[in-house]
């Protein structure tokens, strides 16, 4: 079941990228970031509330506050940059390097989650930067 929401994840952020840079056609990157923020903000939280979620808010411990709030700001950022980007560059362009997060973040993963990082795990990330390359150039 994960892969269909990891596909509906990528479908969803396709549609973000092409919505984004026909959308952002004359507003400022940061305030077209607002208010995407804003939507997702209200997407969120009714999902929260649709789903009776909030009563689990008091059990959240202090680690996993301070990693949320850091994980949220670490998305604005991205979020900023990813539109400004959009908006002084092409789509096409932009996409494939911000997915080169993918690559990141197995990197990542293995350097602070320790999770295995295996032969394919290599091969699928050199194989992803050396797209991203070709398309990006």
Request: proline share 1%.
């Amino acid at each position: 079941m994960w892969a269909v929401f990891a596909v509906l994840s990528a479908v969803f952020a396709a549609l973000t990228s092409i919505l984004a840079k026909i959308g952002i056609d004359g507003v400022g990157s940061n305030l077209a970031t607002a208010i995407r923020t804003c939507v997702v903000l209200v997407l969120a939280w009714g999902m929260v509330f649709l789903t009776n979620g909030q009563n689990g808010i008091s059990q959240i411990s202090r680690k996993s506050w301070i990693f949320l709030i850091l994980s949220g700001l670490a998305t604005g950022a991205s979020w900023l940059c990813y539109y400004h980007a959009l908006q002084i560059g092409e789509v096409s362009k932009v996409a494939p390097i911000d997915k080169l997060s993918g690559v990141l973040t197995l990197v990542l993963a293995f350097i602070f989650l320790h999770e295995e990082f295996t032969a394919k795990s290599l091969v699928g990330s050199v194989l992803l930067l050396a797209g991203t390359l070709v398309m990006a150039l």
